[in-house]
C-alpha cells in the first residue's frame, strides 16, 4: 500500500545545514511535497518536485529525489531559529490525496 | 496568492451540539478540497475529498452522518460536526487544490474543543 516514512526529531545546531529524509513506496506517484506546521499552525506548502526530476533548489532549500530508493530528502541550508518546526513530507496518489509521512520536527541548538 | 481561510481558528462548543467550519480558497478556484484531521503531535488523518457540485467520498471509519460536508461552490467547502462529543476535539484543516494542479493550498486550520 501507500505509505510515508520519516524519522521524528532531527537536532541541528544554528548555522548548520538541516537535512530531513522521507522515504515513500507509492513508485507512480508524479508529485512529492515538503510542508512545513509551526506549533498551533496549518501547513504551508514550502517546495514540491516532479518524480521525473533529481534535484530542485529554491533559496535556502534544496530537494532530492532518488526515485530508484524511493528516497526524498530536505536541505536546509544556514537553518535559523524561525526553521523550527515541524516537516511533513507527502507523496500525491492518483486521487489527488496526499499520502502524509508523520513529520519530522527540526529542532534548532544555538 | 494560493491562499486558504478556515472559519473559525477557535471554537469551544457543550457536548451535543452541532459545530460549522468554513474553508475558503481567496483567489483560485477550488475543484477539490480536503478535509483533514490532526491529533497532537501526529500527522494528518484524511477525512473525506470533496468535489465541487459532487457528494464528498469520506475514508474508512469516518461517519458521514456525523461529518457533513458541503461543497457548493468553487470557493467554498464547509464540514459541520454534528452533535458534538469531547471524543471530536481535535485540529481540523482543510485544504484546496485547482483542476489540473498538483499543488495543495492549506488554511490555517481550526481548534475545536467539545466540553
Known amino acids: 500500500g501507500e505509505d510515508v516514512e520519516q524519522s521524528l526529531f532531527l537536532s541541528v545546531r544554528e548555522g548548520d545545514s538541516s537535512v530531513i529524509n522521507c522515504t515513500y513506496t507509492?513508485?507512480?506517484?508524479?508529485?512529492l511535497y515538503w510542508y512545513k506546521q509551526e506549533p498551533g499552525a496549518g501547513l504551508q506548502l514550502l517546495t514540491y518536485i516532479f518524480s521525473n526530476m533529481d534535484m530542485k533548489q529554491d533559496q535556502r532549500l534544496t530537494v532530492l529525489l532518488n526515485k530508484k530508493d524511493k528516497h526524498l530528502s530536505l536541505r536546509i541550508a544556514d537553518t535559523q531559529t524561525g526553521d523550527s518546526a515541524i516537516y511533513f513530507c507527502?507523496?500525491?496518489?492518483?486521487?489527488?490525496?496526499?499520502?502524509w509521512g508523520a513529520g519530522t520536527k527540526l529542532i534548532i541548538k544555538p | 496568492g494560493a491562499v486558504v481561510s478556515q472559519h473559525p481558528s477557535r471554537v469551544i462548543c457543550k457536548s451535543g451540539t452541532s459545530v460549522k467550519i468554513e474553508c475558503r480558497s481567496l483567489d483560485f478556484q477550488a475543484t477539490t478540497m480536503f478535509w483533514y484531521r490532526q491529533f497532537p503531535k501526529q500527522s494528518l488523518m484524511l477525512m473525506a475529498t470533496s468535489n465541487e457540485g459532487s457528494k464528498a467520498t469520506y475514508e474508512q471509519g469516518v461517519e458521514k452522518d456525523k461529518f457533513l460536508i458541503n461543497h457548493a461552490s468553487l470557493t467554498l467547502s464547509t464540514l459541520t460536526v454534528t452533535s458534538a462529543h469531547p471524543e471530536d476535539s481535535s485540529f481540523y484543516i482543510c485544504?484546496?487544490?485547482?483542476?489540473?494542479?498538483?499543488?495543495?493550498?492549506f488554511g490555517p486550520g481550526t481548534r475545536l474543543t467539545v466540553t
Open positions: 485544504s484546496a487544490r485547482n483542476r489540473g494542479s498538483y499543488e495543495q493550498y
Open positions: 507527502a507523496e500525491i496518489n492518483s486521487n489527488y490525496q496526499l499520502i
Open positions: 507509492d513508485s507512480s506517484s508524479t508529485y
